[in-house]
């Protein structure tokens, strides 16, 4: 065990054996590549501060990546040292990440958007001895932020502007220099290279329920991470369009590995725009694509639709929340595409998916069944398998689970079986498939009964007015809780407490469920990656008064 990291030898020698750990990194599929494809553009990024784009094929990438490696090298980066990058979605992030593949060094990816409250505990919890920043992003200038908390990191040593000038310009500093020139990469490379059960990447959880943890991961559980989505049957023919951060896991399993797993090709956006996103999915002719279900509404209601045909995209994997029915209807019916319900998170990666062919009361109904390489139970509050459709603990285990949280070993919650305890309650139906219900913390239990949350809101949702609904508890001395709905509502649009209980009423859910209070807002909380922040939420439930 290392900063927290727990990996028994019968965890690696059994799914060694079971052949669900490839023992391969990216370098390796990356050399694969090489090999087979060498001049197929594998990434291309659209750079919205400098109007550029830039397309780099297997070849260009990894010439440059040694590059970096070897610039890494010779200002000291060691085996496990820890190299965080705050980047957008540019070309840069897999460049230096697989640089840090080749000399044994931990990346740490962190959202653009964090500010000095985020940056000063994450960057000092990880020990952070390198980071790389855009000089600017979305008119925020990001190199005085850092230097304001350089006296609270005295393991950063290096500080990179991706665009800058001086000094500490990534260009002049690592890519202008010919460092294979000055020492013997190949052997320096082949010394340092990461091992697969070596922790390859930090990535703190998106925060849906307060302080973040650094969930750790190994190049054996990253890839394992995809299972769910190459039981799609993707192929090198994938051609993937991303507007999730890299920064995130969604953006960085499957806007990065997976195509480079496949040997297919990636298209970058680093800020999500549904119209040119349109626009790239005819352009690029982009198959695959996924995101939170604000991607999926945002691109559904695009006008240009009627511009741009999306005949090329296959597949739209939504995750982060349940998908509500009237969405999976409209997009299936403007996209053309095969919409897939899927659940995971930062410790696993995509769990469950919906697969091609399924009806659509399962795309709807559910989020998907596991792939071969998962098991998922759902468990009553005594620790016994709980009968189909029954809401309990959902717990999982297998190839994709990560191997601990940095220096919290204690928050590790994965028995001596190797169940992992998710914190979602969920059911399972006769067939396998999983329904997320809500977090163990966003259960309402009004006067002794459990309100189903998720069902709630997926009717409210499907309310001509309702742009995003989230419903979460507020105290009451009497019943314990009571519901408050949050909605944030379409332009235009208007929606009274006294109209949504009138429309409850109409689509005939139990008065006991009704939200108690309506409160709107003109957008959600919500982490970068999509997920609405309900612990905000029930922050400011909690100050009502009954």
């Given at each position: ?414 028995d001596a079986h190797g169940w992992f305890n998710t914190g979602d309650i969920a059911s399972r139906d006769v067939d396998g498939y999983i329904r997320l219900v809500g977090r163990a913390k966003d259960i309402i239990i009004r006067g002794g009964e459990n309100v189903p949350v998720v069902e709630v809101e997926d009717l409210i949702y499907e309310h001509p007015a309702v742009r995003e609904i989230a419903i979460v508890a507020m105290p009451d001395p009497r019943l314990g809780e009571r519901g408050c709905a949050f909605l944030s509502l379409k332009p235009g649009a208007s929606l009274s407490f006294g109209e949504l209980q009138t429309y409850l009423a109409q689509v005939k859910v139990a008065k006991n469920y009704w939200p108690e209070r309506l409160e709107t807002m003109p957008e959600l909380p919500r982490t970068p990656s999509g997920k609405i922040q309900k612990f905000k939420l029930r922050a ?7």
């Amino acid at each position: 065990m290392t900063q927290g990291r727990i990996l028994t030898q019968s965890r690696i020698t059994q799914m060694t054996e079971r052949g669900l750990w490839q023992n391969r990194t990216a370098a390796d599929y990356l050399s694969a590549n090489l090999a087979a494809r060498p001049d197929r553009v594998f990434i291309t990024d659209h750079n919205s501060m400098t109007g550029r784009s830039t397309s780099l094929s297997y070849r260009h990438l990894d010439r440059l990546s040694r590059r970096i490696a070897a610039g890494l090298i010779a200002l000291g980066v060691a085996r496990g040292d820890v190299v965080s990058l705050q980047l957008p979605n540019w070309w840069e992030i897999p460049a230096i990440h697989l640089a840090c593949v080749r000399i044994g060094a931990i990346t740490n990816p962190l959202m653009p958007i964090f500010r000095e409250h985020e940056l000063r505990f994450m960057l000092a919890f990880a020990a952070t001895k390198v980071l790389f920043i855009p000089r600017t992003f979305r008119g925020f200038d990001y190199a005085p932020m850092i230097e304001s908390l350089r006296p609270d990191l005295p393991a950063l040593e290096h500080v990179f502007v991706v665009g800058g000038e001086g000094d500490n310009a990534f260009e002049e500093r690592l890519l202008r220099p010919a460092w294979e020139e000055r020492m013997d990469t190949a052997a320096l490379l082949g010394q340092r290279a990461l091992k697969p059960n070596e922790i390859a990447e930090y990535c703190y959880t998106s925060g849906t329920s307060g302080q973040p943890k650094c969930v750790m991961h190994t190049y054996n559980t990253l890839v394992a991470c995809l299972g769910a989505g190459l039981a799609l049957e993707l192929d090198r023919s994938i051609v993937v369009l991303m507007g999730s951060p890299l920064a995130h896991q969604t953006g960085f399993l499957f806007g990065f590995l997976l195509p480079l797993v496949l040997g297919g090709r990636t298209v970058l956006m680093d800020i999500w725009q549904a119209d040119e996103a349109v626009r790239l999915i005819d352009q690029e002719q982009i198959t695959f694509t996924m995101g939170a279900t604000p991607f999926l509404s945002d691109l559904s209601e695009s006008p240009l639709l009627e511009r741009y045909p999306t005949a090329s995209l296959e597949f739209f994997i939504c995750g982060g929340a349940p998908i509500p029915r009237v969405l999976v209807q409209t997009a299936k019916q403007r996209l053309g595409a095969n919409i897939v319900a899927g659940w995971g998170m930062s410790e696993n990666g995509l769990v469950t998916a919906t697969l091609r062919g399924d009806p659509q009361e399962k795309v709807c109904g559910t989020d998907g069944i596991c792939w071969h390489g998962m098991e998922t139970r759902i468990v009553d509050e005594n620790g016994n398998e709980a009968a189909p459709d029954t809401p309990g603990d959902l717990q999982v285990r297998g190839a994709a689970n990560f191997v601990g949280y940095l220096k919290r070993p204690d928050a590790y919650e994965v028995d001596a079986h190797g169940w992992f305890n998710t914190g979602d309650i969920a059911s399972r139906d006769v067939d396998g498939y999983i329904r997320l219900v809500g977090r163990a913390k966003d259960i309402i239990i009004r006067g002794g009964e459990n309100v189903p949350v998720v069902e709630v809101e997926d009717l409210i949702y499907e309310h001509p007015a309702v742009r995003e609904i989230a419903i979460v508890a507020m105290p009451d001395p009497r019943l314990g809780e009571r519901g408050c709905a949050f909605l944030s509502l379409k332009p235009g649009a208007s929606l009274s407490f006294g109209e949504l209980q009138t429309y409850l009423a109409q689509v005939k859910v139990a008065k006991n469920y009704w939200p108690e209070r309506l409160e709107t807002m003109p957008e959600l909380p919500r982490t970068p990656s999509g997920k609405i922040q309900k612990f905000k939420l029930r922050a400011i439930a909690a100050r009502f008064t009954p």
